[in-house]
């Protein structure tokens, strides 16, 4: 696209490197951010500016605070012996929502993915092994995503933990509550009866 | 959504501003930013600020344009006697690359919208009169979206103008070229054939 402007240009090219906004999109939005207040732009571009900047993490868990550490993990009543682990900030909320967990969790900040360059180091998986070394946490969930990166990054862990005594499970894969049968894909629905769970656990 | 912290609220309550991006969506944008380097974010974060304070409207055809004339009104070989009158930047930019259109835009810089408060001082409306008023322009092409708000702006324009001795056209609404018939609206198969045109046009 050849524009009249060279700042139109500029704020293009940056909402472009957005993941998901292509070039139209991205002089949609641009269009948008002139019809907005002076002051209101400078609010803007500067939050993501300051949100870099001055972005901190909880030396605990690792997910991003404003504190030293963060809520879950300076909370006495949440179970420190259970660590779930994520991937980022996304899947804490998204578990939280729950309101079936009352562990802690470990957030990695990342999955292995030799594809994007992001290796073991990439990702906090030394400071897992670090505190899992203590001796003082029983369990560890695995919660990543089942994708190939999901899967590699799991199996990395569960070899690096393996000489401590900790147990290692991971979150249950199956049929999501509503879904039909018939549209299931068979990888999902043939372990879903490999790892069929008691009658009654289904009516917790 | 409840955050960990209050700079990735700052920033997701920043993007979920703009058109078509949801809470979920300026999420994913923020984490985005935080895997990019802090120059490349302050970058991102003040083209959007430099944009809205430094940028120029052509003072003859409003679009936008880095120097006082854009360069589309600085060039002699135009025809001036036809003017093109759009919405924004981006319907100049569809129409230039038809390379069917020799003469000059005027950009209203929006439409006359009641609902969002947009009257007809809200754009460039009274500047295209006094640019008729010189008497030097032959024909109107009004180019403006079939809604609503597109035909009410042509009424008010071809109100405006009737007094002058102006030619005021609309561009052709059809069928779409590669589309089928029975697929079209009505409304459009019906004005396609109240305007049908000479075989020979389509052959050009």
Known sequence: MNFSSKLIQDAVEQFSRLPGIGRKSALRLTLHLLKMDKSEVRDFGEAFISLRENINYCQECHNI???????????????SHTVCVVEDIRDVMAIENTHQFKGKYHVLGGVISPMDGVGPDDVTIDSLVEKVS??????????????????????YIFKRL???????????????????????????????????????????
């Open 65 to 79: 605070s404003d504190a030293d550490l963060c809520e879950l993990c300076a909370n006495p009543n949440r179970d």
């Open 162 to 204: 393996k000489e401590y005594n900790v147990k290692m499970t991971v979150i249950a894969r199956g049929i999501s509550m509503g879904d039909e049968l018939e549209y299931a894909d068979e990888l999902t629905l043939g372990r879903s009866i490999v790892n069929r769970t008691p009658y009654e656990n289904s009516l917790a």
């Open 134 to 155: 203590k001796g003082n946490i029983q369990e560890i969930i695995l919660a990543l995503s089942t994708t190939m990166e999901g899967d590699t990054t799991n199996f």
